[in-house]
């Protein structure tokens, strides 16, 4: 890279680094636990709206992992998830009635917040319908996970979104609290999926899966990137430059290796497709304030009322990790 460039992406990052510190009093205090977090925590942070259905096994999920503390950020809720969140004792949350669209959809304000409680620990970035899965994680809790990236001189760990999905229309099996998604939500597309590397921020891109296949099948390169970085042993100088899916400094994108081996990695299963998204898509149609103008959502809107399933022959039912390796969509490296 040329210093042209390298400059170019300083600039960059001590702009999203100013613009995370103007957007912190887009944020009020609802309940502050951060004083109880240790040195070596490892730490969730989330922008959520209208998620109390989904909170309770997203918590169980990661608190079983070794998640000890968790930073949310309420985004104008009005289904009782600000007073579930807050009632929970390894929860801190804030809100904000600001435009989620305007705070770079949640990530300003995450910026902050890492920046602020994030500093020298181990942070994962993730939606409430994302759920990482990475090399034994059967056998293996995440601070072995990251105990290995530190030994390694590892700072990020990368991981592919792999959209879930239940066999049959997706609204037919009601979803309830607490429950598994992928009980329901248990099959996945095992293919179809193309990467390409990104030369400014070095980050792979990747698409396809269902959402490619069902919804943006006449234009596949508007679909959704299924690529993020969402664990990270985070620094205050870092920042979150589009979602998770990439940030600066850069080197912390490349999560793969570049002369043809392979690096560990993982997969967030992705959860969104329960009974619970019909409502949720009318909801960000209404509200626009997803990226642009939510015309994701439109696609999604249009293609589920022509065809309200997305399971095909072709698609695999999930069995476990080991399972996503022998298929290629995630690696253990030489984490043995």
């Not at 309200?308 to 022998?326: A, H, T, V």
Request: hydrophobic share 40%; charged share 25%; glycine share 6%.
């Amino acid at each position: 890279m040329s210093a042209l460039r390298s400059y170019r992406l300083r600039l960059q990052r001590r702009k999203w680094l100013i613009r995370a510190l103007r957007k912190r009093r887009e944020l009020a205090s609802v309940r502050n636990r951060t004083a109880h977090i240790r040195p070596d925590d490892i730490l969730v942070f989330s922008t959520v709206r209208n998620e109390k259905v989904r909170l309770s096994f997203f918590l169980k999920y990661y608190r079983n992992l070794g998640v000890d503390h968790f930073i949310f950020v309420d985004n104008g809720s009005t289904d009782g998830t600000r007073e579930f969140l807050e009632d929970q004792p390894d929860v801190s949350l804030w809100s904000s009635a600001k435009s989620y669209k305007r705070s770079r959809f949640g990530m300003d304000w995450l910026n902050w917040l890492q920046m602020r409680y994030g500093h020298r620990h181990w942070c994962l970035t993730v939606d409430v319908d994302e759920f990482l899965v990475y090399p034994f994680c059967d056998t293996r809790s995440l601070r072995a996970l990251t105990d290995w990236l530190d030994a390694s001189s590892i700072k990020s760990f990368g991981a592919m979104i792999l959209d879930m999905y239940p066999k049959g229309g997706v609204d037919e099996q009601p979803y309830r609290s607490g429950q598994d998604p992928f009980e329901i939500a248990s099959w996945f597309d095992s293919g179809n999926y193309v990467m390409s590397r990104n030369s400014l921020y070095g980050n792979l891109w990747i698409q396809g899966g269902p959402r490619a296949r069902m919804f943006f099948a006449d234009q596949p390169e508007r679909a959704p990137a299924l690529n993020k970085v969402p664990l990270v042993k985070w620094d205050r100088r870092y920042a979150y430059v589009s979602s998770t899916h990439m940030l600066l400094p850069r080197g912390l994108n490349l999560v793969y290796d570049e002369w043809g081996g392979e690096k560990a990695s993982g997969c967030l299963l992705h959860a969104k497709f329960l009974s619970t998204f019909g409502k949720k898509a009318k909801e960000e149609l209404e509200r626009k304030q997803h990226f642009a103008n939510s015309k994701e959502y439109m696609a999604y809107n249009e293609a589920m009322k022509a065809n309200p399933e997305l399971w095909c022959k072709w698609s695999e039912k999930y069995i476990n990790w080991r399972q996503l390796e022998i298929l290629g969509l995630m690696s253990k490296g030489n984490w043995a």
